[in-house]
């Protein structure tokens, strides 16, 4: 039985199935998992996560209980779960990304959406199982006393349902998304809100990324389940429990990214990045084709940048790299859609013989990104709105004399936006206006910001961020 248990959607390895029946295995993708891989890796930590594809339950079906360390793989102390595919499907795709992110990154064209009716209660149904598998493996593997840390907005159910099988335990929640404003929160139906929040408050302590969002979250639990909150103690007292709040604002591991970023194969796309784009300065960015990315308006900007400054024809590049994601929603297809025929129209605009104004690839590549990153002058990061956004973190680390252009609406804002050039990221000509500011700074300015901007994204790694919230929740 283990002391300290983590749980979450993705797991951190992924099983291919090839035609003959064959296992591959691979490393998980997605930052939560990249962050927490290097924290568990060295500790005694049992990892529960869901199995995602054929691969993964093909892999789950020939281990003793789900567990694949003792079907013989490296992964560490690791449980998947096989949940049926449609149950999932529901859980993941309707509800937590196409409702509770919606809601907590402000997403819905409210004229339209949403439409909450019978299909969607059948898709909370699914959540509601989802949620139970998890709780139900956590308190078996439990040992007397261990501590439970459930990540994120997929398991908002899972504290109070484990609490109920495993009272003796304790546990924590943490939240890696922004928290919606009760006035915001409360389009969703009053009783899936109320079990939402009583879901979190089923943990002794409940985490945030910034203090903006754990307000949020607070302001939520005494509008809608008339919680007692004291927002100076920072506690929420519901049904006689109270969870304690924290903010933990994670950063990067510097060393381990440096260490990275000086691979050959990053090398290599660094020679051949300054091959295509010449003594270009570059503008870079790094996202998911998400929604909330905001790539869209960044293009825009962009686009304005270079009509209201004719003298940076020939001079300035924009790597604009938008990796796909969630393309089984066709939100997102036609996001993905739009960004490419933005990005279109912008080099029949001003691209020439000898320049290309803007070099777009949606082909996920790490060693690529980290490349970009070393060459930066210039980091865009303009989401709508975000838990913390650590491509702002990680791109200070790689360039020292990168100027950020960051969104105000982005958690990492709280932490950084003292030094970098903050943005409304609905305003297009405002986010032109400090693209032009970025590349005109003077070198002795992006030198003394981003020393300050590296200081504050390492200031509290994965591996710290982890114990900070372990400590926390002994505190608690």
Request: glycine share 8%; aromatic share 8%.
């Amino acid at each position: 039985m283990n002391a300290v248990l983590v749980a979450s959607n993705r797991g951190p390895v992924s099983f291919t199935l090839s035609e003959d029946g064959g296992l591959t295995m691979r490393r998980g993708g997605g930052g939560l998992v990249s962050g927490l891989s290097g924290v568990t890796k060295d500790m005694d930590v049992l990892w529960v996560c869901a199995a995602l594809s054929d691969g993964d339950r093909s892999a789950v079906r020939l281990a003793p209980g789900g567990r694949l360390d003792h079907a013989g793989y490296d992964t560490g102390a690791l449980r998947m779960l096989d949940i049926p595919p449609s149950t999932f499907h529901r859980a993941y795709n309707a509800i937590a990304n196409s409702t509770l992110w919606f809601v907590n990154h402000l997403l819905y064209d409210t004229p339209n959406s949403p439409q909450f009716g019978r299909r969607f209660r059948r898709e909370w149904e699914s959540f509601q199982s989802y949620n139970a598998a998890f709780a139900l493996a956590l308190a078996e593997e439990a040992g007397p006393g261990a501590r439970a840390m459930i990540q994120d907005y997929h398991l908002t159910l899972a504290p109070a349902m484990l609490r109920g099988e495993r009272p003796d335990i304790r546990i924590a929640h943490f939240s890696h998304t922004p928290w919606a404003p009760p006035e915001y929160f409360s389009l969703l139906p009053d009783e899936v809100a109320v079990e939402v929040l009583a879901g979190i408050l089923g943990a002794d302590h409940a985490g945030f990324l910034t203090e903006r969002w754990a307000t949020a979250f607070m302001d939520c639990c005494e509008a809608m389940l008339g919680a007692e909150v004291d927002r100076p103690g920072h506690t929420v007292t519901y049904e006689d429990r109270t969870t304690r709040i924290g903010v933990h604002g994670l950063g990067v591991d510097g060393d381990t990214l440096w260490a990275r970023a000086l691979e050959p194969d990053v090398e290599s796309h660094m020679a051949a990045l300054r091959h295509q784009v010449g003594d270009c300065r570059l503008i870079v960015r790094i996202d998911r084709t998400e929604l909330s990315k905001n790539i869209v308006r960044g293009l825009l900007a962009y686009r304005e940048f270079l009509a209201a400054h004719p003298e940076w024809h020939g001079r300035v590049v924009h790597l604009a790299f938008a990796y796909p994601s969630r393309h089984d929603l066709p939100e997102y297809r036609e996001y993905t859609a739009a960004v490419q025929r933005c990005a279109k129209e912008i080099e029949d605009e001003f691209g020439t013989e000898d320049w290309d104004p803007l070099i777009l690839n949606v082909n996920d590549d790490y060693p690529r990104s980290l490349a970009a990153y070393r060459l930066a002058d210039v980091l865009l990061v303009n989401p709508i709105r975000d838990g913390m956004n650590l491509v702002a973190k990680e791109g200070p680390v790689l360039s020292p004399r990168c100027a950020l252009v960051l969104s105000r609406e982005a958690g990492a804002a709280a932490e950084l936006g003292g030094d970098a050039l903050l943005v409304n990221p609905y305003d297009v000509g405002g986010t032109a206006e400090a693209l032009y500011d970025a590349l005109v700074m003077p070198e002795h300015e992006r030198l003394a910001r981003g020393g300050r901007l590296r200081a504050a994204s390492t200031a509290l790694p994965p591996s710290a961020w982890f114990t900070d919230q372990l400590t926390a929740l002994e505190l608690t």
